[in-house]
């Protein structure tokens, strides 16, 4: 059974930082990628980072969160973190991780998910 549980979120002034942690029991550091979403009322699930095994291994950020957030993984501790500075306040959102052992990258199914963390971001 894979358990997927972040934690790290919270209340945080534009310009600010948190990091968020993916602390993934049950689930093994191969053929993988396990990914950061977000969510704000209202709108679809984005895709924000994702980390993979793939190709050798690589990372993918989208655009808006490019040279502001660094995804890295503690291999020893079965977590998963999500660095993010300068934060602003469309960043507000409520925060997944999700992963897979598919051998796919991080453009595939995901297949454990977890329930997420909060994170707001005032002006």
């Known amino acids: 059974e894979v358990q997927l549980v972040e934690s790290g979120g919270g209340l945080v002034q534009a310009g600010g930082s948190l990091r968020l942690s993916c602390a993934a029991s049950?689930?093994?550091?191969?053929?993988?990628?396990i990914g950061w979403f977000r969510q704000a009322p209202g709108k679809q699930r984005e895709g924000v980072s994702c980390i993979t095994d793939d190709d050798g291994g690589s990372t993918y950020y989208t655009d808006s969160v490019k040279g502001r957030f660094t995804i890295s993984t503690d291999y020893a501790k079965n977590t998963v973190y999500l660095q993010m500075d300068n934060l602003k306040p469309e960043d507000t959102a409520v925060y997944h991780c999700a992963a897979h052992n598919r051998g796919y990258g991080c453009h595939s199914v995901y297949d454990y998910w977890g329930q997420g963390t909060q994170v707001t971001v005032s002006s």
């Open positions: 049950g689930f093994t550091f191969g053929r993988y990628a």
